[in-house]
């Protein structure tokens, strides 16, 4: 069977390593929609809220590298089902918490189930489908349903949630959870290590406190913290030059498609998210919208973002994954820029849709193409790595670029100005980025009479 036809049993695959990244991606557009009835059901005031986004950000970062390559090792499909029991526990002891320790408790485990679940879920998408047509088709489904599941964690969460109570956003896991754990030793093959590797322990310590450092330092804007992470991820760097079986091996990190994929990862996934919470501040704040019609505004827009992934992986196939990348990323930056010269009066909103509606699209197919590039060309034993690199870089981004641009428009003394400025710097980031990682991403290869330049060649080589 040829081309992107998937066989009954890749189907069912997809159906389950899918349908986790799914439920990860809902859980987490639901519970940003149900942070004020959470914290105020526990007792907890407003300016600790932001505790309970972090506490599920840090480990779902600082672990996930150290668990992609323990994927590898280890196996996968016993980290996968690993983190599904553990956000399920996760889920029941959030939904039945009382007090914000238990809570902030709860947020943590399943920060930690994602990082041991979504690297796990990626590299047995990557290594079930090979190389090719069927794997892009593959990664592009998968950022279809990660956005679906955001568009709608955000039209039904307000909905769900006064229906059944806060409780709900941690309970809507475990079902699912519960049929993942029963499907996934039917049609998953565990993965076995090539040979026995030890595992690079001084290197998964700094790596992951460096980041856990690093991540913290930048959330709380601590100057030490984030400078001991420096310090501890510039350890790592030397440890792993020197290490017999490396955690993370210095050669892969080298590659031009895992280097500027994950770069481009990063600015696309920093840039998106800070700009939907900017945008949230703008259309309640200064607009006066409520929450259901700002719900309403980025869910229409977020249908793009489906079809984009469904799309991305046949645009792939024929135009490769370098001119995607960059041109995706240009798509992405250009829809911020009109954003960036709003004004207070609510005639804005014709305006606002249409231009998320083109950055949604341009967001997913970027998404799409740095997945690919970052985790092709590279054999099935370091999958776990490579998925697990780009997972860190997701959920990094994610984590740093809120507070980064939020602390761009705090700089302005009239909210509507450093909202402005804020949009501004999210555009100039991504469009600066696009020649960078065009030129990083062009790979040559030097014949005896001649030099070739292909997107063929920057993944194979």
């Not at 986004?53 to 996930?64: D, K, V």
């Not at 004004?343 to 998404?367: C, E, N, Q, S």
Request: a positive charge; one cysteine or more.
């Amino acid at each position: 069977m040829t081309g992107t036809t998937f066989t009954g049993r890749q189907r069912v695959v997809l159906l389950v390593l899918l349908g986790a990244g799914f439920m990860l991606s809902v859980d987490f557009s639901i519970l940003n929609v149900a942070l004020p009835q959470a914290g105020a059901g526990v007792g907890m005031s407003g300016d600790q809220l932001a505790w309970i986004a972090s506490a599920y950000a840090l480990p779902a970062a600082g672990f996930t590298l150290l668990c992609g390559r323990l994927a590898d090792l280890w196996g996968r499909r016993r980290m996968l089902m690993s983190g599904m029991v553990l956000l399920a526990g996760a889920s029941l002891l959030g939904g039945f918490a009382g007090d914000p320790t238990t809570l902030l408790v709860a947020r943590a485990l399943q920060g930690s189930a994602t990082a041991l679940t979504l690297p796990a879920a990626m590299s047995l998408l990557t290594t079930t489908f090979t190389e090719g047509a069927k794997r892009e088709r593959a990664l592009g489904l998968n950022g279809a349903l990660l956005s679906g599941g955001f568009t709608v964690g955000a039209l039904v969460g307000g909905t769900l949630i006064s229906a059944a109570g806060w409780q709900a956003a941690f309970f809507v896991n475990v079902p699912v959870a519960i049929v993942v754990l029963i499907v996934a030793p039917l049609v998953l093959t565990e993965s076995k290590a090539t040979e026995r590797v030890r595992l690079d322990v001084p290197g998964a310590i700094t790596v992951t406190a460096g980041l856990l450092s690093l991540i913290y330092g930048v959330v709380e804007r601590s100057v030490l913290a984030a400078g001991v992470g420096v310090v501890l991820l510039i350890a790592f760097w030397v440890i792993e030059k020197r290490a017999a079986a490396p955690l993370a091996p210095l050669h892969i990190l080298g590659r031009p498609s895992v280097k500027w994929g994950n770069y481009a990862g990063f600015v696309i996934f920093c840039v998106e998210p800070a700009m939907i919470f900017v945008m949230t501040l703008y259309l309640q704040q200064v607009l006066g919208l409520s929450p259901l019609a700002t719900g309403l505004v980025f869910g229409v827009p977020g249908l793009a973002s489906v079809a984009a992934g469904l799309l991305a992986g046949r645009i792939i196939g024929r135009f490769g994954t370098r001119t995607v990348l960059t041109v995706s990323m240009a798509v992405q930056g250009l829809a911020i820029v009109p954003l960036a010269f709003l004004g207070a009066d609510r005639a804005a909103l014709f305006v606002v849709v249409p231009a998320l509606f083109v950055g949604f699209f341009g967001h997913v197919a970027a998404i799409v193409g740095y997945t690919v590039t970052g985790t092709s060309g590279l054999p099935d034993a370091e999958q776990g790595l490579a998925t697990g690199l780009a997972t860190m870089t997701q959920q990094v981004a994610i984590t740093v670029g809120i507070p980064v641009l939020s602390a761009v428009a705090a700089t302005q003394a009239v909210q509507l100005t450093g909202i402005r400025l804020a949009l501004g710097v999210a555009a100039a980031a991504v469009l600066v980025s696009v020649p960078l990682v065009r030129r990083g991403l062009r790979l040559r290869v030097e014949a005896p009479s001649t030099t070739v330049t292909s997107d063929s060649l920057l993944i194979g080589g």
